[in-house]
């Protein structure tokens, strides 16, 4: 139900834009995340939106360089990611909250639907 894509290599200091695409339902009343996981670490959250794009929620290490935003109306999330670094080559997952209508989320435990992860790798 939902589809990232988007990843790739790129360089240091360079540029990607994630999208997530949601298909056989609409999530335009569910709250967005973006989490990502390193090889050898745990799953961790990067950005989240809620469900009418006026909150966002970034973790610290991402805080200037990522941004997310969401269009409704196409059912689909975005992550723009400027400044990479190469400590940010991770898979990367969007998932959707399982509550309607809350508040943006920095808890996984609170998100049920996960796209499949698409690969960003940024070399140094």
């Known amino acids: 139900q939902l589809q990232a894509f988007g990843g790739g290599l790129v360089q240091a200091g360079g540029s990607l834009r994630l999208s997530c695409a949601a298909s056989?339902?609409?999530?335009?009343?569910?709250?967005m995340g973006w989490f990502r996981q390193a090889p050898g670490k745990e799953r961790e959250f990067v950005a989240a939106i809620s469900w009418s794009g006026d909150n966002t929620y970034y973790a610290d290490f991402v805080k200037g360089r990522f941004t997310i935003s969401r269009n409704n109306a196409k059912n689909t999330v975005y992550l723009q990611m400027n400044s990479l670094k190469p400590e940010d080559t991770a898979v990367y997952y969007c998932a959707a909250d399982r509550r309607l209508g809350a508040r943006a989320s920095v808890h996984e435990y609170d998100y049920a639907y996960w796209g499949q992860g698409t690969q960003v790798t940024v070399s140094s």
């Open positions: 056989g339902r609409s999530f335009s009343s569910n709250s």
